[in-house]
Nanobody, 115 residues
Framework: QVQLVESGGGLVQAGGSLRLSCATSRSDLSFDAMGWYRQAPGKQRELVASVTNGSTTNYVDSVKGRFTISRGNAKNTVYLQMNSLKAEDTGVYYC?????????WGQGTQVTVSS
């Protein structure tokens, strides 16, 4: 059983910053890729950023230059540094991890950006 635990969400004013953290419950396992998705009210869940085991990163166009994804020294952690936040970044952010063909999800953390 693998669990993902997120932290770092909250309320911030436009232009501010937040840092999201995610750790899996199995530090003995390595994951092929980890990332962050978000879901805004009334919208579909979308990929925000991802990073592979080989450190290849991918970002949705709307966050390029503002968000940075990184993996910790421990293979089971991933972070999302969010700068210059905008109201449209508001949503529930979900941590995602993939090991072989199996995907794991966190419970989600709310990010609210006030304009």
């Amino acid at each position: 059983q693998v669990q993902l635990v997120e932290s770092g969400g909250g309320l911030v004013q436009a232009g501010g910053s937040l840092r999201l953290s995610c750790a899996t419950s199995r530090s003995d396992l390595s994951f092929d890729a980890m990332g962050w998705y978000r879901q805004a009210p009334g919208k579909q869940r979308e990929l925000v950023a991802s990073v592979t085991n080989g450190s290849t990163t991918n970002y949705v166009d709307s966050v390029k230059g503002r968000f940075t994804i990184s993996r910790g020294n421990a293979k089971n952690t991933v972070y999302l540094q969010m700068n210059s936040l905008k109201a449209e970044d508001t949503g529930v952010y979900y941590c995602h991890a993939r090991r072989y063909y199996i995907a794991y999800w966190g419970q989600g953390t709310q990010v609210t950006v006030s304009s």
